[in-house]
């Protein structure tokens, strides 16, 4: 069974500053996502990830995806406060089924 | 409208009563999926549709009935529902079906609550 985990689940930081949110999913997959939640909003999609390698990036955001580790982050270079949201990565998951399996997500709260 | 709609966005039931939850798609997608939200869980998949075809239901209570009368429309039918089914619940789209390989777009979700 295809697990996600993404940590940390919780991150205060400062504007400006950098920081990596991470993504591990215990069974092989080729297909990642990354997804953005606001407060009381719905899921945006903001990357996705198709082979081993991968790098995506858009503005401050960065994603990459390493299929032989099993690992995806997303790097934030010099926060900015409207960055603040939930990310989620979601893993496809690869047995025939109709479906992505998400993380739990990770809370960014960037401080002014 | 564009993208993915959902109503009501705002729902308080009874235990007793029946509700139902609709979600539209204009992105000319195939598959339609319907998620659960809720504060202590990760995001939780609970059906897919592929060309109006059931092809997932994720254990989902029976209490809980889906029905897609076609590729844009997606209904919940709820009916005796538990305080513990009060949640976010989250329409989504992608244009390809099988193995969920395309980005999803999400609904803005209707918040449920059950008294």
């Known amino acids: 069974e295809l697990k996600v985990e993404q940590n940390p689940l919780f991150l205060s930081m400062q504007e400006g500053k950098n920081y990596t949110i991470y993504c591990n999913y215990s069974?092989?997959?080729?297909?990642l996502y990354w997804y953005r939640q606001d407060p009381g909003k719905s899921l945006e999609s903001l990357f996705v990830l198709l082979s081993n390698g991968a790098v995506k990036q858009e503005g401050r955001l960065m994603a990459s995806l390493d299929t032989k580790a099993r690992l995806s982050t997303l790097h934030i270079t010099a926060a900015v406060h409207d960055l603040s949201a939930t990310y989620f990565c979601a893993v496809d998951s690869f047995a025939g089924q109709d479906k992505i399996i998400f993380g739990k997500g990770t809370r960014l709260h960037i401080l002014p | 409208e564009t993208g993915v709609t959902q109503t009501p966005r705002h729902l308080v039931m009874g235990m007793t009563n029946k509700k139902s939850l609709k979600c539209e798609q204009h992105l000319g997608h195939n598959a339609m999926y319907w998620y659960k939200q809720s504060a202590k869980k990760p995001l939780e998949l609970m059906f897919v549709y592929n060309f109006k075809e059931q092809t997932e239901n994720n254990s989902v209570p029976s209490r809980f009935s889906p029905e897609c009368p076609n590729s844009s429309h997606l209904f919940l039918h709820l009916h005796t529902l538990q305080p513990e089914d009060s949640a976010l619940y989250l329409c989504a789209s992608s244009q390809r079906p099988g193995r969920g390989t395309d980005t999803q777009y999400f609904g803005p979700g209707t918040r449920l609550t059950v008294l």
């Open positions: 069974t092989t997959s080729d297909r």
